[in-house]
């Protein structure tokens, strides 16, 4: 009997111990409020539901309520504007040498052009109608056409236009050659290294992480990798190697099952530099996930929560939110 309560002792002990390592409430909170990073910008919205990798989501958009077009100029600082902290632009080389801000592969959805972006110089990008291919009725009417001509800009006028923000730059492929490319590109114009996080596939982050390490950057292997990781040591306190000096994002759905959710999760990532952000639930059927794009999904967030918010809808969840877009 008295070994089986020594047992029970022992084990209620090592619950607390555990417990408080990980309370929440027993860490500072690294910031006064949460910070928003909008994906490409202000844009036009649509249901991702049943949307695959190739479909056109520019025949796909919600009834347009404002005129904004995704990784152009207004669309950037329209997303500053409602109070992000961060926005994601894509990039694309192109033949003469520059990096045309862009998301899809190809321009034939949403442009009046056609063919992979990187087939094209920046000359050719520049007459293109970036707003061409938009439809909310099955091409009835087409509220975006003749807005975007001119209007898809290069990496370094976006850092011209926005010299001291801060951006999420997508490398669109898996060639570490674009890696290479970019480095030099960012050298050659002194862009703000400083400002930037570079999300990648596996083999351009390995090749940037090579050529320049003082760069942020992150990949989805590197966020899935922290996170496993995490999940296995975090409860001792320890935070792993993969964990350090990137971004470690979490779908809202299962954010409250890491390791000192959310204060010290917080204080525990920003020691080893490395900061936290929050996605949209993740499905577990389709393993997709959006951003938090309601109210009320930011609002379901653990208020002690101080970490980063990604965001589709910037302008309707951001500090600055537009109400006649809510």
């Not at 099955?138 to 290069?154: E, H, K, M, Q, Y």
């Amino acid at each position: 009997m008295k070994k089986r309560y020594f047992a029970l002792s022992i084990l209620g002990i090592a619950g607390a111990a555990l417990y408080l390592n990980n309370a929440s409430w027993l860490a500072t909170p690294q910031r006064e409020a949460p910070y928003f990073i909008a994906h490409r910008g202000v844009h036009q919205t649509f249901d991702p539901v049943g949307v695959g990798p190739d479909d056109c989501t520019a025949v796909l958009i919600d009834p347009p309520r404002h005129t904004f077009i995704e990784n152009t100029l207004p669309s950037i600082e329209a997303a500053f504007a409602a109070g992000a902290s961060r926005v994601e632009i894509d990039i694309h080389p192109t033949t003469d040498g520059e990096f045309a801000v862009f998301h899809d592969w190809t321009l034939d959805c949403r442009t009046d052009g056609s063919g992979p972006v990187r087939a094209h110089s920046m000359d050719a990008l520049r007459t293109l109608d970036a707003g061409y291919g938009y439809t909310a009725d099955d091409g009835d009417s087409f509220p975006l056409r003749g807005l975007g001509v001119g209007a898809i800009p290069t990496l370094a006028e976006v850092f011209e236009a926005f010299p001291t923000r801060d951006f999420l730059i997508n490398i669109k492929s898996n060639d570490p050659h674009e890696a290479e490319a970019l480095v030099a590109y960012i050298e050659a114009r002194s862009l703000p290294v400083e400002h930037m996080i570079v999300l990648s596939a596996p083999r351009p982050d390995a090749r940037l992480a090579a050529l320049r390490p003082d760069i942020r950057r992150m990949s989805r292997a590197t966020v899935r990798r922290c996170a496993k990781d995490y999940l296995a040591w975090g409860w001792s306190g320890h935070v792993p190697q993969s964990c350090e000096a990137t971004i470690l994002v979490l779908p809202a759905n299962y954010a409250a099952f890491a390791w000192g959710w959310p204060a010290r999760l917080e204080a525990r990532m920003a020691a080893v530099g490395t900061e936290v952000w929050v996605m949209g639930d993740l499905d577990r059927v389709s393993m997709n996930s959006t951003g938090i794009d309601t109210i009320a999904a930011r609002d379901a967030l653990d208020d002690r929560f101080r970490g980063g918010i990604s965001t589709n809808r910037i302008e309707r969840v951001g500090p600055k939110a537009w109400p006649t877009v809510n």
